[in-house]
C-alpha cells in the first residue's frame, strides 16, 4: 500500500465520490495513510427499501461526475433557473457538484480499528492536511515541524452549529496529536516522495504498531482507481437503478424541488425514468415520445447499484476557509543524533 502525500496527487484536477468513513461531531481520531485524491460528487435522492422494515424510505444517491457532465447538470441548471424566476437571492441546486477529497485512513475510533478505510474530506481539512505536513520547525527550517502525514495522529474536530444546522453550520479544525515523537526530525525534502523512495531511505514499519503496519502491507485499496469518475453507461444504468425522485423532502418537511412538473417535463426529454411522488404510492415514469405515468409495484428486494453498494448520506457544504500559511522561521540547521535516522535526500 502507498503511504504519504505524493506530489502529483495534489496536483490532481478531477475524480469521482465512494463510500465515506464518517467524520463525526467531536473529535476524530484518524493516522492519515495516503491520499489526497480529488473527486467531483453529485447527490440526488431516491427511494430504497429500509432493510428492518421493509419500507421504501429516501436516501441519497451519488456519482462520480466526469469533467463530460452527467444528466444531473441540466436538472442543476433548471432548478437555479426556476429559484431566480422566483426571485431567491444567489439561486443554488443541491444537484450541484461537491467537491472532495479521498485519502486512505485508519480511524482511531472505529470498531473496527486498526482497519484501512476510505475517507473524504471538505476542502478545509484537506487544506489543513497539506499545510501542517509541510510546516517547517521554528528550531530547525531544514527539518519538518510534525513529520510526513502518515507518521502522526491527526486530531480532526467537527463542530455544528444547530442554529444554521449541518448544511451550512458545519466547520472543521484539524492539529496535530501533541504526542509526536517525530516532531522537528524529518528533513523538509522528504516532502513529496514516493513511498519507493521513502522505502529506500526509510524502516516504515517503525511508524506503526505492529498490528497496524500487518493491516496496511495486507490492505488492496487502489485509492485512485477507486476515485476513477463513472463512465456515461455506469451513470446511465445508475440512474436506472435508482431513479430520481422528484417528491424527496427536506428535513423541514419542505419540497426539494420547486416546480416538479418542469422536472418532470425535462426528465421525459432527456429519456430518464423518475419516481413522481405523486398521490399515495411514488410513480416510475418511463420516458417516452410522450411521457405517461404509470404505477409500478414497489420493489421488495435492493437493487443492485452500479458501484455503491451502501447508500450515502448527504453531502454537508463545503465550508471554505483561507487562512494564511505560516512562514518557516529561518535558524541555521544543526546536526542532531536523528539525521542517522532520517537520512538527507
Known amino acids: 500500500m502507498e503511504l504519504g502525500q505524493p506530489k502529483h496527487l495534489k496536483q490532481q484536477t478531477d475524480g469521482g465520490g465512494l463510500i465515506r468513513t464518517r467524520l463525526e461531531e467531536g473529535d476524530n481520531v484518524h493516522r492519515v495513510l495516503f491520499g489526497p485524491v480529488k473527486i467531483s460528487l453529485q447527490y440526488y435522492p431516491t427511494l430504497v427499501e429500509d432493510e428492518m422494515t421493509g419500507e421504501m424510505v429516501q436516501k441519497m444517491k451519488v456519482l462520480r461526475r466526469p469533467t463530460s457532465g452527467t444528466p444531473l447538470d441540466t436538472l442543476s441548471s433548471l432548478e437555479k433557473r426556476i429559484r431566480s424566476q422566483r426571485g431567491e437571492q444567489n439561486a443554488g441546486s443541491s444537484l450541484?457538484?461537491?467537491t472532495k477529497w479521498l485519502y486512505l485512513v485508519m480511524d482511531k475510533n472505529d470498531p473496527d480499528y486498526p482497519a484501512v478505510k476510505i475517507v473524504e474530506y471538505p476542502y478545509t481539512v484537506y487544506k489543513k492536511l497539506i499545510e501542517l505536513e509541510a510546516a517547517?520547525?521554528?528550531k530547525d527550517s531544514s527539518k519538518l515541524r510534525h513529520?510526513?502525514?502518515f507518521m502522526w495522529d491527526a486530531i480532526i474536530t467537527k463542530s455544528v452549529d444547530k442554529s444554521k444546522g449541518i448544511r451550512f453550520g458545519t466547520s472543521?479544525?484539524?492539529t496535530v496529536d501533541p504526542e509526536n515523537s517525530f516532531s522537528g526530525k524529518v528533513p523538509v525534502s522528504y516532502l513529496g516522495a514516493s513511498t519507493a523512495d521513502l522505502g529506500e531511505k526509510l524502516d516504515l514499519e517503525k511508524f506503526f504498531k505492529s498490528?497496524?503496519?500487518e493491516v496496511i502491507k495486507a490492505s488492496e485499496l487502489d485509492l485512485e482507481k477507486e476515485g476513477e469518475p463513472h463512465t456515461q453507461e455506469e451513470i446511465k444504468q445508475l440512474l436506472a437503478d435508482f431513479p430520481i425522485y422528484l417528491g424527496a423532502t427536506n428535513p423541514d418537511g419542505s419540497y426539494r424541488f420547486p416546480s416538479i412538473e418542469k422536472f418532470q417535463e425535462q426528465l421525459g426529454k432527456m429519456g430518464i425514468d423518475f419516481l413522481s411522488g405523486e398521490g399515495d404510492q411514488?410513480?416510475?415514469v418511463g420516458s417516452t415520445e410522450k411521457p405517461a405515468a404509470r404505477k409500478v409495484e414497489i420493489p421488495t428486494s435492493k437493487a443492485e447499484p452500479v458501484a455503491d453498494k451502501v447508500e450515502v448520506e448527504e453531502a454537508e457544504a463545503e465550508?471554505?476557509?483561507?487562512?494564511?500559511?505560516?512562514?518557516?522561521?529561518?535558524?541555521a540547521?544543526?546536526?542532531?543524533?536523528?539525521d542517522e535516522d532520517f537520512p538527507e535526500w
Open 319 to 331: 465550508v471554505v476557509e483561507e487562512t494564511k500559511a505560516e512562514e518557516p522561521a529561518k535558524e
Open 172 to 174: 472543521y479544525d484539524v
Open 333 to 338: 540547521p544543526t546536526k542532531s543524533d536523528d
Open 282 to 284: 411514488p410513480k416510475l
Open 147 to 149: 513529520g510526513l502525514i
Open 96 to 98: 450541484n457538484p461537491s
Open 211 to 213: 498490528e497496524e503496519y
Open 136 to 138: 517547517h520547525s521554528v
